[in-house]
């Protein structure tokens, strides 16, 4: 299976999202907040 790796633009646009806590080429961590939000809205029914 093959890993994609961000662009640098890709990078930089997420790193203007409030939701995340940290970025690289190869990870992405969200923060908290946004996983209680996900979690919430998960277990309302509200799927991806």
């Not at 633009?9 to 790193?15: K, P």
């Not at 961590?29 to 996900?38: Q, T």
């Amino acid at each position: 299976m093959s890993r994609k790796l961000f662009t640098e633009e890709q990078i930089a646009a997420l790193r203007q999202n409030p939701y995340v806590y940290s970025v690289s080429r190869s990870t992405l961590v969200l923060r908290k907040s946004f996983k209680e939000i996900f979690y919430t809205e998960y277990m309302e029914g509200v799927y991806p």
